[in-house]
Structure formats: structure tokens, C-alpha cells
């Protein structure tokens, strides 16, 4: 068995205000049973996690989103994995798992592994998986994560070799452990089309820790635990588990503070969190962190892009330019988010590996701050006509409660100046995450959760010629460095092209980065183990919690 190290983000030396709150309900509260319905949570009933996050899909080949991975994470086996607390990955319903030549990656599967339909779990689901994710290729999908994979090989029942395009892959094994990773059933899963998810709980393709019992979309999903799991997480400590699903983030706050709920996952104001943090009835636990928000640009639909009136490449630069130069992120992070997020100029995260922050040299006053006269100059330059109207979008369900006012105040930042009309508009997410890989958004909001704590995430998603932002975002030279460094094992080597890609892309704009920050989870003080859930993945299991 082999163990492939990862970088554990070092949240406390680089300031990173992660906050992960784990509130659990009082002995005299009541939880919900596995119908939806009210159950004492003293009692040991089933334990109930709230959120307003959001599912788009439960079929892992359409879905690149918190709200969808954090219910794959319960539900689908990985063959890689990591376990509670560790910043590893390990091998899960995989026995072992190593390069066996320089473009080969084999994996060996548990024997004996079964869906919870009861249908066999082999090499050919493994290879189905993958080959359907490639085939599929979403553009809400996690597709663009296996650009390194040429072929997927099974000599046996147990056995998976990987073929890859370039050798000595260095984050091949975090990608099986990220949404590229979740294993499917062949027998329920389509080959080359995205399965509805009535179909996929009516089939019962689930070998996780859970299985789900019961869905209503974005309303409630009850789980219960699966006895057949065989993978590195262990037996589930609850039973039973439901997540119920809030459109407003002030009655998830009064239902955990009421016991009504045990466990609140994002998303939380700022506001509400200072109020819970004197709440001696919930616990707030903080996390490592690694979330980012940033403005995407389409470069063809946005003002002067390739495919807008007036199309002019030099003058839609000066537009993405003159944003960099008007954003106040301290005024951002501190206004709206009262701290629990920090400034951020670079494309990788503070406590990570290879983050420079070229953005803040190249834009604004040259130390972090604003600068409308540099603005105004560098869209002069250009011959853009001020005001620049930019239609902005932003999703008001997916990034928490906070996000109005997030878009306000940069409407306001981006106004002032008299150099920008901002048009602000807002959808939910469901629909959101659709529009915007249709190029109905000419510049608009996103947010990152990492799949795995490695700089290359924060790259190859987003800068690869076919990436998630699918913003038509092209750099050949870009392109070719991302690939070169994930094939680079000289550790200083691989940092030196790591910060060279971020140099290139911070002066092409692709995106706008400006809040590095944190998750939030509240926990009842009748539930154990919320600290172990929020591991170096950044992924939520609910098989850790269990009811004291």
C-alpha cells in the first residue's frame, strides 16, 4: 500500500481566516428522523445536518460544486482517499495503489466489493467511470481534471492500470481522490449521457459510507449507513443521517440555535458568526482553509470580447485591467466579512506551495489598495469609452448570505470612479451554474473549494485550453507550463514554473481573485467528532459525527 503525501495548508501562518463552525444541539433539543420528521436528539435518533447549499447533480460527471461533492462524498466509493484528519491520500475500496512505470498508474481493488444494490463492484465499473467522465465531458463536469489520462486498462476483476499522457504525473493521485473520483455503477449509469438522479437512488448505486434512503431535491436527503463499505474511512458512527436544505440562511441560524437542527453547514453570515461565537449552547471550530472567490471574465461575451460589438482584444484586456485596478479587497473583507476572509492577490492561496501575488504589484496602487487614477489611465490608453457598462452576475443561494452585499460593494467600488455602469444581477445557483457555460454572463461571480491542497488545483481547472470556466480563456504557453509542471518532480522546479504560470495569467486577466477565506459548519453540543470532518480535502463526511 502506498501513501502519496500532500501539502497541508498552513492556515495559521498565512492568516487564512478558515472557520468551520460545529454547532450541536442541546439534550433538550429535537433533531429530525428519518422520515423529515421532529425526533429527540438526545435520544440517539438520526442525526440532521442543515444547509443552504445546493445539489446540481448527483451524477459525478455533471456536477463540480460543494453542494453536489459534499453528498458524493457520503454516497460513491473513491479509489483513493483521505481519512479523517489527514492530509493524505490513501487508498480506499483500493488495496494498493502505485506507479508501476513512469506513465502507469495501477491500482488494485478490495475483492469482494458489492454496490448496495448488490451488483459486483470490479475493474470494468472503474474503467466505465472513467471513460464515461471523459466521453461526457460536461461542462459542469470535473472532466478537465483527467487532461493527463490517455486510457484505462483492466487485466482482471481487481485490477485498474491508468495510462498516462505524460510521465511522473505528480497530482494523478489527488485527482482519484477529487469529483473526477467518485466510482458509478455500470449497470445503472448511462456511457455517454448524465444520469437523472431518480434514477440513480432507485438504483441504489451507492457503495460509500451511506446509501440514500430517501431524496427530494434540494429539499431533504436521508441516509443510512451502508454495512458493506470496505474503504479507509471505516464504519459510519451514525446510523442515520439527514440533510435539510435552507433557501435562507437566518432560519438555518434559528433552527441550529433551537436544537432543531445538529449540524449547520454553510453558509452563515459573517454577522451570524460573531453572534454564535458567544453562543454557549454551539462550539465553533476552526478549520484549514483554502476557499477563494474571484470574478471570472467570458472573453467572449464581455465588453469588447471576441464575440461583443466592437470586439477589440486590446480594449477588453483594459476593461479586465481597469476592474483589477478599482477592487478594494481589504474594504470587502473587512465590511462585509468582518475578517473571517483576508485580501487575496494571487491565483493560489496563501500556505500553499509556489503563491506569489502578482496582482498586487500589477494593479491597483502596486501595495493592495485601489487605484482609480491608474484605472482611468489604462482604459484611456486603450480608447475605451467610460462609462464601460458590465453586466455583473452573481449567485445569491451558493456563496452564502453575504454575497449581495459582497456584489453591492463592488458595484459601489467599480461606480465611484465614474469609469464603470454596473448592471448587477442575481440567479440561483441551479440555474446559475448552467447559464454561465452557455456565455450568458459577460463577467460574474465563482468561488473554489479545493478538491485537493496542491497548487495545481488552483491552476489546471482554470488555465488549461479546456478548462471548468470554459470562458474561452487561451494561452498555448500557459497551457503547456500547467502540463509541465504537473510532470515536474523537482520539488524547487516544479515551484519556479508554478509561479510563472501565475505571473502569465495575472497579466492576461482571466480571472479576478480578491478573498481567500473559509468554510462554516456549526455543530450541537450532542454531537462528537465535527473537528475530524473537516480534513485537509476540505471535505465534509458525515460518517465521523455521532450523537453523545
Known amino acids: 500500500m502506498t501513501t502519496v503525501s500532500r501539502k497541508r495548508l498552513l492556515a495559521a501562518t498565512a492568516g487564512i481566516a478558515v472557520v468551520t463552525f460545529t454547532l450541536t444541539a442541546c439534550g433538550s433539543g429535537s433533531g429530525t428522523n428519518d422520515d423529515g420528521g421532529s425526533s429527540n436528539a438526545s435520544a440517539g435518533g438520526a442525526l440532521t445536518i442543515g444547509t443552504t447549499d445546493k445539489v446540481t447533480t448527483l451524477d459525478p460527471a455533471g456536477s463540480y460544486d460543494n453542494g453536489s461533492f459534499a453528498v458524493m462524498n457520503q454516497v460513491f466509493p473513491f479509489l483513493l482517499n483521505t481519512p479523517y484528519g489527514s492530509p493524505d491520500v490513501e487508498p480506499d475500496i483500493a488495496e494498493s495503489a502505485e506507479f508501476t512505470a513512469p506513465t502507469e498508474y495501477t491500482v488494485k481493488l478490495k475483492p469482494g466489493l458489492k454496490f448496495a444494490n448488490g451488483h459486483d463492484l470490479t475493474s470494468s465499473d472503474v474503467k466505465f467511470t472513467f471513460d464515461r467522465q471523459v466521453a461526457i465531458n460536461d461542462e459542469n463536469g470535473p472532466a478537465s481534471l483527467?487532461?493527463?489520462?490517455?486510457?484505462?486498462?483492466?487485466?482482471?476483476?481487481?485490477?485498474?492500470v491508468f495510462t498516462l499522457k505524460s510521465p511522473d504525473d505528480q497530482v494523478f493521485p489527488q485527482i482519484l481522490s477529487s469529483p473526477a473520483g467518485p466510482i458509478v455503477d455500470e449497470e445503472v449509469f448511462a456511457a455517454d449521457a448524465l444520469t437523472p438522479d431518480a434514477d440513480i437512488v432507485a438504483g441504489k448505486a451507492f457503495a460509500g459510507q451511506y446509501s440514500i434512503a430517501k431524496y427530494d431535491f434540494n429539499n431533504l436527503i436521508s441516509y443510512e449507513a451502508n454495512p458493506d463499505y470496505q474503504g479507509v474511512l471505516g464504519e459510519a458512527k451514525t446510523a442515520k443521517v439527514n440533510t435539510k436544505y435552507y433557501t435562507d440562511a437566518s432560519n438555518l441560524k434559528l433552527d441550529i440555535q433551537e436544537g432543531n437542527i445538529d449540524v449547520a453547514f454553510r453558509s452563515l453570515s459573517a454577522t451570524d458568526i460573531d453572534d454564535l461565537r458567544g453562543n454557549d449552547k454551539v462550539k465553533v471550530v476552526d478549520g484549514p482553509g483554502g476557499e477563494i472567490r474571484y470574478i471570472t471574465f467570458n472573453f467572449d461575451s464581455q465588453p469588447y470580447g471576441a464575440k461583443a460589438e466592437g470586439a477589440d482584444p486590446a480594449k477588453a484586456l483594459a476593461v479586465r485591467q481597469a476592474v483589477a485596478d478599482l477592487i478594494d479587497r481589504e474594504e470587502i473583507a473587512t465590511q462585509v466579512y468582518k475578517g473571517t476572509y483576508t485580501p487575496l492577490y494571487s491565483y493560489v492561496p496563501a500556505g500553499l506551495t509556489g503563491a506569489?501575488?502578482?496582482?498586487?504589484?500589477?494593479?491597483?496602487?502596486?501595495?493592495?489598495?485601489?487605484?482609480?487614477?491608474?484605472a482611468k489611465a489604462t482604459l484611456e490608453a486603450a480608447g475605451v469609452t467610460v462609462p464601460v457598462v458590465l453586466d455583473l452576475q452573481y449567485s445569491n443561494d451558493h456563496y452564502g448570505p453575504s454575497s449581495g452585499e459582497e456584489y453591492a460593494l463592488i458595484k459601489d467600488q467599480l461606480e465611484k470612479?465614474?469609469?464603470?455602469?454596473?448592471?448587477?444581477?442575481?440567479?440561483?445557483?441551479?440555474?446559475?451554474?448552467?447559464?454561465r457555460t452557455a456565455d450568458v454572463y459577460p463577467a460574474y461571480q465563482l468561488g473554489w473549494f479545493p478538491d485537493y491542497s496542491d497548487a495545481d488545483n488552483y491552476l489546471?481547472?482554470?488555465?488549461?485550453?479546456?478548462?471548468?470556466?470554459?470562458?474561452?480563456?487561451?494561452?498555448?504557453?500557459?497551457?503547456?507550463?500547467?502540463?509541465?509542471?504537473?510532470?515536474?518532480?523537482?520539488?524547487?522546479?516544479?515551484?519556479?514554473?508554478?509561479?510563472?504560470?501565475?505571473?502569465?495569467?495575472?497579466?492576461?486577466?482571466?480571472?479576478?481573485?480578491?478573498?481567500?477565506?473559509?468554510?462554516?459548519?456549526?455543530?450541537?453540543?450532542?454531537?462528537?467528532?465535527?473537528?475530524?470532518?473537516?480534513?485537509?480535502?476540505?471535505?465534509?463526511?458525515?460518517?465521523?459525527?455521532?450523537?453523545?
Not at 146 to 160: C, G, H, I, K
Not at 356 to 374: F, I, R
Open 356 to 374: 506569489v501575488e502578482p496582482l498586487k504589484e500589477l494593479y491597483g496602487d502596486g501595495q493592495g489598495g485601489a487605484d482609480a487614477d491608474k
Open 146 to 160: 483527467l487532461y493527463n489520462l490517455e486510457s484505462v486498462a483492466t487485466p482482471d476483476d481487481t485490477t485498474v
Open 417 to 435: 470612479s465614474g469609469l464603470f455602469t454596473v448592471d448587477l444581477q442575481t440567479t440561483e445557483w441551479v440555474q446559475y451554474a448552467k447559464d
Open 460 to 548: 489546471t481547472p482554470f488555465f488549461l485550453q479546456e478548462n471548468f470556466l470554459a470562458n474561452h480563456y487561451d494561452n498555448q504557453e500557459v497551457n503547456d507550463l500547467i502540463l509541465q509542471q504537473a510532470a515536474t518532480p523537482d520539488a524547487a522546479a516544479r515551484t519556479a514554473l508554478i509561479e510563472e504560470i501565475q505571473e502569465k495569467v495575472a497579466a492576461d486577466l482571466s480571472t479576478v481573485p480578491y478573498l481567500q477565506g473559509a468554510q462554516v459548519a456549526v455543530v450541537g453540543t450532542g454531537v462528537d467528532g465535527t473537528e475530524d470532518t473537516l480534513d485537509a480535502s476540505f471535505k465534509f463526511r458525515y460518517g465521523a459525527l455521532s450523537k453523545s
